[in-house]
């Protein structure tokens, strides 16, 4: 298949770049970034040189539709939504990493992302990519908004036990943080090194994007739509995100019990590692994968389930899943071109 991106020059871009350098089954044919365009994306990436050295275009979608069937979208939100339509209209299957058609209600974006949505057409006909909890609406799509970094790891860790009612949909709290790559490439004052080095500071507490994406999910899953604590934190390390999760039991159980209801909800999900008993998952076990990393604790004190998820937020949280929709979508193997080994130290 002939897949192209917009948005290239972006960190996401780049590690789509990378990840379809190994996939068996995709041509990287088209490459197109709006500031960087007429430049080798090996002068932008210079780890880049004599690997890939095609250039970046400026945007036509005559000619891009000439060249590929599927096309990612690396933009930063209030972009791809005025894009998509006119590659939909020629039959270019579209997967965008953005968020803007992740959100079915459309007042909803406004609010929480500051652009004008999309149509109420297409954001209805997109198709939530989380493969492990929405595969079967994923296949057959032509539309695919590839979740948030923070909902992955959040939504993960929380699925099995909303679906089957062993925690309350109520009172979930979110203990959020990331590392600086998530902010993207272009510089700003709260991420350069003086800011971030050694120090680790919250943002945008109560008012993160990803919030109403969670709830409209954990809806999904439990439904019962509640607001939950959603707090963000910036750690001073390139990539990873940790997410703890906080929920009152429904049910008398034990971790050892919970243990292996995680596992057999997972059993059949490559990506997900369910951690053994009393070990927890760290960033750096997953650096560089498409692995998301669990583990559980039964709070029996306090009758509360405390979820640690781990995930690279660069692959797992945006172009290693979106490869992976991409394999959802034309019935490959979930885990082609993805099979990397963690990077470790």
Known sequence: MNVGIIGAN?????ELIRLLQQHPYAQLNYLASHSSSGKLISEQYPHLQGVVEDRIEELDINEAASKIELMFFATPSGISKDLIPAFLDKGITCIDLSGDFRLKDGALYEKWYKHTQASNENLQKAAYGLPEIFRDEIVGSTLIANPGCYPTATLLGLAPALENG??????????????????????????????????MKAYKLGSHQHIPEIEQSISALSGTLHPITFSTHLVPMTRGIMCTMYADLEVKTTTEKLLK?????YQNNFFVRIRPLDTWPATKEVLGSNYCDIGIKVEERTKKLIIVSVIDNVVKGAAGQAVQNLNVLNGWPEETGLTVTPVYP
């Open 261 to 265: 209801q995680y596992e057999e909800y």
């Open 10 to 14: 972006g960190y996401s871009g780049v």
């Open 166 to 199: 062993w925690i309350s949909p109520e009172n979930i709290v979110v203990d959020g943080k990331s590392g600086v790559s998530g902010a993207g490439r272009k510089a700003s004052l709260g991420t350069h090194f003086g800011e971030i080095n050694e120090n």
